[in-house]
């Protein structure tokens, strides 16, 4: 998988890199001795120094989440996972609604916040942690590096290729180049060990990548073909084998009744997933958007949030039948307390253009009680005052 | 970064032009935007010329990386607020609706302003006359994914006769955006509707 393509066009990340196509590499293998920082002259040196300014940009950016309990959250996970090596590792929180996380060989550690909005428990975050733990561990990029026939690709893309445009100052380079199929199932094998020790369900792997197949092919069959655009389907195209084959993985490694901490991980990112799902609606993704909020609202249906962006996403593709759809989102989120008070606006919209208007001045007033100071109070309160 | 570099970029990423766009700039006195919104200027405004969009218009005072005015003329049902080219299929193009309320309008102006990943935020919405209508006015901060500069925004839109009216200020936070604001807000209250010819 070209990772950099993965980063580039969207979505599924290390999630496809997550299945090798056969995992038996790496079996008995045991966690390597720390890493220590490479002479300046050779090559793994000059890559580090890389890396090094390509943190520096990193922590400087305003997509990095400077919230030291979430991002604490997420590096503890990553220290379960990589035991010794942890004092070795720096993570990093990025506000991006896709889904990926990737290491740099110096042990920069970058998580995007459209992977955590996906996991369904702490589980499935760490599974794809671990397998980025499991490049770095097994030193992936400097073998990369070395490896001639990819050199001049390397060189290209530490290159000199200047960092501009979508993706300046998210740490782009640490994760530009793409591993080898073998090195993929050796990060997978690994992953799943490194699961199984700090005590995760490995299991989780596969429904990381269930979750992500169903909502490529929703997309797919919003849009009517996903095949041409996903970089997943165009070099996966027998992923429902390498499911198959992850799972067969995880359960060979036992210990499915280990905890998945679902709860833990939710109330990591309570104060910070309806920013992050509304980050997520501005892909324009809408199958992919109606995949997720259709799992989340199935899991939980007293979350009156996930109801809530649900109707927004059917609002705003705004197809056939939305409209309606969007409505009766919206209604079940109005009368769940989770829902936040912006679904009363929503309300107050679609009665204004139906021409409800005991109904509209109902569900304007009960979001202006609960948003006073709302950033278009003003703007409503008009509505509030026109036609009687 | 280079700044020509980093206008082509911004003029490439924002406008969609793939030929070299000229400036030229405007005379003082009264400017007739696309034959449909008439607006008066004090000069020390350049308009972006070859940007062969029929309802669109790019102006600039300092150049666009450091401030940019917009304007979306007669929009009507169906249309974007910019002539979209080489959209990928599965990226549904954002429509204006004439049923739309401000905060539908200023969520399309969001969809356009952060199509290339850019972090919007509406700051205010309130209603403001504008083009001889009854319309709204917002402000907004946007951090410029190209270059994170962060950015402020202030925003007038009227709909009229099912055709809606937008006109866009941004610059960056610091200076720029405090500097032409006054002659923003002056442009905004004179703008006058043409009808369709
Ligand atoms: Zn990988």
Same mark, same amino acid.
């Given at each position: 998988?070209?990772?950099?393509?993965?980063?580039?066009? !969207?979505? !599924?990340?290390s999630a496809a890199a997550l299945l090798g196509?056969a995992l038996r590499a790496a079996q008995g293998w045991v966690v390597?001795?720390?890493?220590?920082?490479?002479?300046?002259?050779?090559?793994?040196?000059?890559?580090?120094?890389?890396?090094?300014?390509?943190? +520096?940009?990193?922590?400087?950016?305003?997509?990095?989440?400077?919230?030291?309990? =979430?991002?604490?959250y997420v590096h503890a996970i990553t220290c379960r996972l990589a035991q010794?090596?942890c004092?070795?590792?720096?993570t990093?929180?990025?506000?991006?609604?896709?889904f990926?996380a990737?290491?740099?060989?110096?042990?920069?550690m970058?998580v995007?916040?459209?992977l955590i909005l996906r996991a369904e428990n702490e589980a499935q975050l760490a599974a794809v942690i671990g397998h980025e733990v499991g490049h770095?561990l097994?030193?992936?990029? =400097?073998?990369?590096?070395?490896?001639?026939?990819?050199?001049?690709?390397?060189?290209?893309?530490?290159?000199?290729?200047?960092?501009?445009?979508?993706?300046?100052?998210?740490?782009?380079?640490?994760?530009?180049?793409?591993?080898?199929?073998?090195?993929e199932r050796a990060a997978d094998q690994i992953g799943l060990e490194l699961m199984a020790a700090a005590g995760y369900p490995p299991l989780e792997a596969a429904k990381v990548w269930t979750h992500l197949l169903e909502e490529?092919?929703? +997309?797919?069959?919003?849009?009517?073909?996903?095949?041409?655009?996903?970089?997943?389907?165009?070099?996966?195209?027998?992923e429902k084998?390498r499911e198959a084959k992850l799972e067969a993985a995880a359960r060979a490694l036992g210990k499915a009744d280990l905890d998945p901490q679902a709860q833990a991980l939710r109330r990591a990112m309570?104060?910070? $997933?309806?920013?992050?799902?509304?980050?997520?609606?501005?892909?324009?993704?809408?199958?992919?958007?109606?995949?997720l909020?259709?799992r989340l609202?199935a899991a939980d249906?007293?979350?009156?949030?996930?109801?809530?962006?649900?109707?927004?996403?059917? $609002?705003?593709?705004?197809?056939?039948?939305?409209? +309606?759809?969007?409505?009766?989102?919206?209604?079940?989120?109005?009368?769940?307390?989770?829902?936040?008070?912006?679904?009363?606006?929503?309300?107050?919209?679609?009665?204004?253009?139906?021409?409800? =208007?005991?109904?509209?001045?109902?569900?304007?007033?009960?979001? =202006?009680?609960?948003?006073?100071?709302?950033?278009?109070?003003?703007?409503?309160?008009?509505?509030?005052? +026109?036609?009687? | 970064?280079?700044?020509?570099?980093?206008?082509?970029?911004?003029?490439?990423?924002?406008?969609?032009?793939?030929?070299?766009?000229?400036?030229?700039?405007?005379?003082?006195?009264?400017?007739?935007?696309?034959?449909?919104?008439?607006?008066?200027? &004090?000069?020390?405004?350049?308009?972006?010329?070859?940007?062969?969009?029929?309802?669109?218009?790019?102006?600039?005072?300092?150049?666009?990386?450091?401030?940019?005015?917009?304007?979306?003329?007669?929009?009507?049902?169906?249309?974007?607020?910019?002539?979209?080219?080489?959209?990928?299929?599965?990226?549904?193009?954002?429509?204006?609706?004439?049923?739309?309320?401000?905060? &539908?309008?200023?969520?399309?102006?969001?969809?356009?302003?952060?199509?290339?990943?850019?972090?919007?935020?509406?700051?205010?919405?309130?209603?403001?006359?504008?083009?001889?209508? &009854?319309?709204?006015?917002?402000?907004?901060?946007?951090?410029?994914?190209?270059?994170?500069?962060?950015?402020?925004?202030?925003?007038?839109?009227?709909?009229?006769?099912?055709?809606?009216?937008?006109?866009?200020?941004?610059?960056?936070?610091?200076?720029?955006?405090?500097?032409?604001?006054?002659?923003?807000?002056?442009?905004?209250?004179?703008?006058?509707?043409?009808?369709?010819?």
């Amino acid at each position: 998988m070209e990772r950099r393509h993965f980063i580039e066009t !969207c979505g !599924c990340c290390s999630a496809a890199a997550l299945l090798g196509p056969a995992l038996r590499a790496a079996q008995g293998w045991v966690v390597p001795p720390r890493l220590a920082r490479p002479a300046p002259k050779t090559d793994e040196g000059g890559l580090w120094a890389l890396m090094d300014r390509e943190e +520096e940009r990193l922590r400087q950016s305003p997509f990095l989440m400077r919230d030291a309990a =979430l991002t604490g959250y997420v590096h503890a996970i990553t220290c379960r996972l990589a035991q010794a090596h942890c004092p070795d590792i720096r993570t990093y929180v990025v506000r991006s609604p896709y889904f990926n996380a990737n290491m740099a060989p110096n042990g920069m550690m970058q998580v995007w916040t459209g992977l955590i909005l996906r996991a369904e428990n702490e589980a499935q975050l760490a599974a794809v942690i671990g397998h980025e733990v499991g490049h770095y561990l097994a030193r992936h990029s =400097l073998e990369r590096l070395r490896d001639a026939k990819s050199r001049s690709a390397f060189a290209s893309v530490l290159g000199l290729v200047p960092i501009a445009g979508p993706l300046a100052g998210l740490g782009v380079l640490a994760g530009g180049f793409a591993y080898s199929r073998t090195h993929e199932r050796a990060a997978d094998q690994i992953g799943l060990e490194l699961m199984a020790a700090a005590g995760y369900p490995p299991l989780e792997a596969a429904k990381v990548w269930t979750h992500l197949l169903e909502e490529l092919q929703a +997309e797919k069959d919003w849009t009517g073909d996903a095949s041409t655009r996903s970089v997943l389907f165009a070099t996966h195209p027998t992923e429902k084998e390498r499911e198959a084959k992850l799972e067969a993985a995880a359960r060979a490694l036992g210990k499915a009744d280990l905890d998945p901490q679902a709860q833990a991980l939710r109330r990591a990112m309570t104060s910070w $997933r309806r920013a992050w799902l509304e980050d997520e609606l501005k892909r324009r993704k809408f199958g992919e958007s109606l995949a997720l909020l259709g799992r989340l609202t199935a899991a939980d249906p007293q979350d009156g949030e996930a109801a809530y962006f649900l109707g927004e996403t059917y $609002r705003l593709r705004a197809s056939q039948g939305d409209a +309606e759809r969007a409505l009766a989102a919206y209604q079940k989120a109005a009368a769940l307390p989770s829902a936040p008070p912006e679904v009363h606006r929503a309300l107050g919209v679609l009665h204004r253009k139906a021409g409800r =208007l005991p109904e509209m001045r109902e569900a304007y007033g009960r979001y =202006l009680a609960a948003r006073p100071e709302a950033e278009d109070a003003e703007m409503i309160r008009s509505y509030l005052k +026109e036609g009687g | 970064m280079n700044p020509k570099v980093l206008l082509l970029t911004l003029l490439v990423v924002l406008v969609g032009c793939t030929k070299p766009a000229t400036w030229v700039g405007l005379a003082p006195g009264e400017v007739v935007v696309h034959e449909r919104l008439a607006v008066r200027i &004090d000069g020390a405004w350049s308009r972006l010329d070859g940007l062969q969009e029929p309802k669109h218009d790019v102006w600039t005072s300092d150049g666009t990386p450091l401030d940019q005015l917009h304007f979306h003329t007669g929009i009507a049902e169906g249309e974007s607020l910019v002539v979209v080219k080489d959209r990928p299929a599965d990226k549904p193009i954002p429509r204006f609706r004439k049923d739309m309320q401000a905060q &539908d309008v200023v969520e399309l102006y969001e969809s356009f302003a952060s199509r290339d990943g850019s972090v919007f935020k509406l700051e205010k919405l309130a209603p403001a006359r504008f083009a001889d209508e &009854d319309g709204f006015r917002f402000e907004f901060s946007r951090v410029r994914k190209s270059d994170e500069v962060r950015m402020r925004g202030v925003g007038y839109g009227a709909i009229h006769h099912g055709e809606l009216f937008l006109m866009v200020f941004e610059a960056p936070r610091i200076h720029y955006f405090a500097k032409h604001l006054p002659r923003v807000e002056a442009i905004a209250q004179s703008a006058h509707l043409r009808e369709k010819a």
